[in-house]
């Protein structure tokens, strides 16, 4: 038996075994409780690519494997124990809870008024934003899309407006921009499902497409399929369980977008189809275990523990020196 057919054969057992277990556990709608969500991500952009990343590398960093491997059974076996100890049925108590009816108790006006001065501070935020780059990066590339389009100033404006902008600290901005924004949204879709009032249906639609807009403005792909998912999942805990069929829509059409970004922004627009899928893959699969890998590889043997040096460090308020 070659190593790497025993690599994919474990593999291939633990996913099997882990996703059973938590089925089991937590029940099919698992995906919309905070532990499925972790595991979900986990199991994509972790663990899928773990052991092809692994033989990619001459299959040497054994920790990296066995760390990877083991967290997808000592996850759902820390739910095992906690639903012993805490002495309740986990999928049976979630169940019930999906079932209950959404109840707005917010049906006055006075809440659409608190929501729409909300609303404006995060759309000032969001303008100041845009006023202090001296162009979208999105913009840019509409403008541009029909001609020669330089992959090299694409990607000279989107690191200006994220990782090397001034003008101001940009977390304080994202604040209002990623996250309050995409949270407005999913008020206004939920309100429009309780209400007859067209007021929160045209509310949600607007604010729906400028979200789309802002996750893409800097030209970053994750922000877009986040929003995409996010939308998605607040649709399916209105309704108290997942529509299937969506889940094949949402994996299709983020395909689709990956897609459109890979080959407009990164510059694929000749290239064969197959390029274009191994970038996504690579990109999805690997872009996020990799850093992981490494980590087994360089501590402790070659650098000393960072003791949370990793740890973001807004404003410097922390006395360590971000690594």
Known sequence: MTIPFFTYLVSIAVFITSLLWIVKLMGYNFILTLPGFFYVHFVVFIFFGSPVFFLLKGATNFQYIIATHLVMLIFPLGIAIMNKLMKIDYQLAFTSYMQEPVIDQQWRNQFLFLYLAILGIALSVTFLYYSKLEIIPF????????????????AKLRESSTTTFKLGKLHRYKYFMAQLIPFLVVLALLKSKLTKKNVWRLLFFILAVFA?????????????????????TASWIFRGKIN?????????????ILSLMYIYIMGLTNRPFLVLLE?????????????????????????????????????????????
């Not at 996750?215 to 970053?220: A, V």
């Not at 299937?244 to 689709?256: D, R, T």
């Not at 996020?288 to 460090?313: E, I, K």
Request: aromatic content about 16%; proline content about 5%; overall charge negative.
């Open 279 to 323: 970038g996504i893959s690579s990109r999805l699969f690997l872009g996020q275990t990799s850093p992981l890998f490494y980590y087994f590889s360089l501590f402790p043997s070659s650098h000393d523990f960072l003791h949370g040096a990793s740890l973001p460090n807004p404003a410097g308020i922390f006395q360590f020196e971000h690594f």
């Open 139 to 154: 913009n840019f590339m509409i403008n541009n899309i029909m001609g020669d389009i330089n992959i090299v100033d694409l």
């Open 244 to 256: 299937w069929k969506q889940v094949g829509i949402l994996i299709g059409a983020s395909f689709g």
């Open 212 to 232: 789309m807009y802002r996750s893409i403005s800097d030209l970053q792909k994750k922000p877009l399929l986040d929003f995409i998912i996010l939308l998605f």
